[in-house]
């Protein structure tokens, strides 16, 4: 008796995973991505070697050094990439590193200047909180030159003279008005580049900036993207990659400061896990009831 009550309830449960209205299934994925986003929640990442050397470039450069943060970004890339370009920016202003940004895409102009002006906003806020006097202004510690179309042409224009390609930053303002671009000219002034898309763009960087003019170049891009940029570390013509909410992730991690792509980590791996159950119960689910089936006949 007991043993057919066990059986019908089983049968019960498989019909039920078999019948399951796939609404459900969205809603639990729902829930899945939006608590870990919202609730401070963390995982801990395991350091890879092109993270460490993306780190490692910005951070044994001097204080008062200049790079290029080239912002070639759209929307459909922004969950990836945002975390990259946030923590870069971040980790070179904390340093004393200035920052010249820029965008090669024309959807990036208005997303580049929001990640400028929030780094400057919460690193001012911090200094607040430790009781320094010291502020992260525009025009001291960073610039946003905006969007010019030509691409390659622009690249290159930036390795001779930056002017040519951005008389003006992204406000109009010429560039000799601000202090830090004094004595920045081109590429023999800036420490490195960081080329960050969710396109084949930091090919055009490697190709017209690292090859001809010799300043490292890092990469942050989508993780479809990344494998592509492996033969350029093993050669050398590109010196860190970030690759992917993981690589912003383990980033976030030596930086010391956690935020959206270790949040973005989190949801992730339970969307991964609630998927992955899913597929073995309604695999058992149907072998389950085909064996009962069969048996019947």
Sequence with gaps: MAIRKITDLSGRAMDFLLGLDRRWIFLLIAIGVIIPLIGPFSMDVSITSPVSRYYNAIDRLPPGSTILVSMDLGPSTLPELEPILAATVRHALTRGVRVIAMTLLVEGPSIGERIMLQAQDQLNAEL???????????????VYLGFR???????LQLGEEIRKAYPSDYYGTSLDDYPMMDGVHSFDDMGLVSAVSGTAMPEAWISYAGVPFGIPVLVGCTAVYAPNYYAFLQTQQIVGMLGGLKGAAEYEKMIGRPADATRGMVAQMVVHVVIVVLILLGNLAYFVSRSWKNKAR
């Design 128 to 142: 607040a909180d430790k009781g320094e006097e010291r502020r992260i202004t525009m025009g001291e510690d960073w």
């Design 149 to 155: 179309a030509g691409a390659d042409a622009v690249i």
